[in-house]
């Protein structure tokens, strides 16, 4: 009996032993470190569905945060001026991949790195920016989403004269020097087309500084417009979108934008691709890359989710009755 207990002894002491051996041996659990990159405002101002909408894509696919992912976040709070700096800043961090919202900060990371990884979560037209050969085969070291914005202002401009349907001049606030907006040659031709489509008149108002704004809501009225089209200029949104928003209201001006985020801040009403389900769909980007996937062998996807929001209390204090039939295509009312 005691050389049976002395037995158990030994076994269990080379079970504990063996055990301890194989603990030490196994590789320790990979840690990806990423950057994510906007030129927008830190969470710190407010819910940012884009972001959370990345961070539970990332979740979902098998990330977390402190024990196998590390995400870099930089900000750029609506100043273009701050994006090679802090391009620079994620590059030295040696992130993996850097995943870029919006064409000025995809152009930023793009002159900063050719080697590590470029996740577009939306690009205005990736092709015509010079960010990929072709949406197949990007080619170099950046692929991701991108929106062909040149089809998106005609619908606009549609969802803006059914709104206010005794409109005949609509504004256009734009920012010609902006780089990824919507007021490139080939956009601005074809928002001409749908608008003399729909007898309307334009009236190109030209924003490059928020102490423009002002000066170009007055010429709107002046130029006896009744409505406001928004392009999707990155220095007109981040910290400029309340703004825009409180202007528009001043000045009883019926506004659409591309984005959600505006009608959430009280603009009447957006049409554009759903910025979190890009986000969230650039999260299975990096997934591919992170674990051997080129940049250059993913085909570059296009949105599959648009939508059109609706606030109707920003509709009541213009004096303006939506439209049932707009009512029915909302994927959002804001009441």
């Not at 040149?150 to 349907?165: I, M, S």
């Amino acid at each position: 009996m005691w050389c049976s207990t002395l037995g158990g002894i030994v076994m269990l002491t080379l079970s504990m032993l063996v055990a301890s051996l194989a603990a030490h041996t196994q590789p320790a659990t990979k840690v990806y470190r990423i950057g994510r990159f906007t030129s927008g405002l830190p969470p710190t101002a407010g819910p940012n569905p884009s972001e959370e909408a990345f961070r539970q894509g990332l979740h979902d696919l098998g990330y977390v945060e402190g024990q196998n992912l590390v995400i870099e976040s930089r900000y750029a709070e609506g100043s273009l001026e701050r994006l090679p700096d802090l391009a620079a800043e994620l590059i030295r961090l040696k992130v993996e991949v850097i995943v870029a919202g919006g064409s000025p900060v995809i152009l930023a990371v793009q002159h900063a790195t050719r080697t590590i990884p470029i996740v577009m979560a939306a690009a205005s037209d990736a092709v015509a920016e010079g960010f990929v050969a072709s949406l197949a085969r990007p080619g170099g070291n950046i692929t991701g989403l991108s929106f062909l914005g040149a089809e998106l202002p005609g619908k606009r401009l549609e969802l803006l004269k059914e709104t206010v349907p005794q409109s005949t001049r609509i504004a256009v606030l734009r920012n010609p020097d902006g780089p990824g907006d919507e007021s490139r040659q080939p956009l601005l031709h074809n928002l001409t087309g749908a608008a003399q489509a729909l007898g309307l008149q334009l009236h190109i108002v030209e924003v490059r500084r928020a102490d423009e704004l002002e000066t170009a809501f007055t010429a709107m009225t002046q130029e006896g417009a009744d409505a406001l089209l928004v392009a999707a200029a990155p220095t007109l949104y981040g910290n400029l979108r309340g703004r825009i928003v409180d202007l528009a209201a001043k000045h009883q001006l019926p506004a659409l934008y591309q984005w959600k985020m505006y009608v959430d801040a009280g603009g009447l009403m957006s049409y554009g691709p759903s910025l979190p389900d890009m986000w969230r769909r650039a999260a299975i980007y990096v997934d591919k890359i992170l674990k051997g996937a080129k940049p250059a062998d993913l085909p570059v996807e296009q949105p599959i989710k648009f939508e059109l929001v609706i606030n109707l209390k920003t509709a009541q204090a213009l004096g303006l009755t939506m439209p049932p039939s707009l009512l029915l295509q909302a994927d959002e009312v804001i009441k």
